[in-house]
């Protein structure tokens, strides 16, 4: 099979995950791991994982299935960075969900899901590890079952949408307490968005890092 995956950003957290998969699978298929769509020449399966550009419908002709992961119930959760939000509000059970790509964000039929369990403790690079995991599951599952999967179509439920997430989200507040904001503390990317926080006229960043014990989390 000749499949291509399209990640626009190669400092985003799952390129290394991305990275291990293509060259796992390289044996067995032609994978192609792009930065830009430009780059598409087209195939069997594309990939959008964490895709910052619009992919047209022309595009997506080149193709046999263009699919989508996305970490949340569809219809409920459509949009920008939807496990953050989920995380903030208090969830620790996030579906993940493959999905065919439309031109009406995150509308298409689904595939496959599969869930992950928080515990509530877990750090920005332990929910990653859990949900790039799941991520790179759903990618073998299309490949193992293209042309057998039968897509459902979404439920009847009235779509919700997250809107996209700026560095300003990452902000904390000094007078409110640890406890109050640790959903807040633990989903801020340390590298791209990091927790920040202005008191007594300077600007902070904040990491959270959970201490080993007996060299287990």
Known sequence: MKISILCSDPNHPISPWLERWALNHGDMHEVNLSRKKDELTGGDILFLISCHELISSQIRARFAATLVIHASDLPIGRGWSPHIWQIIEGKNRISITLLEAEDAIDSGAIWDQRHIQLDGHETFEEINTKLFDAEVELMDLAVAGFNKIKPRQQDTREPTIYRKRTPEDSRIDPHKSIADQFELLR????????????????????????EKHNGKN
């Open 187 to 210: 989903v801020a990317d340390p590298m791209r968005f990091p927790a920040f926080m202005e008191f007594r006229g300077h600007r902070y960043h904040i990491s959270l890092v959970k």
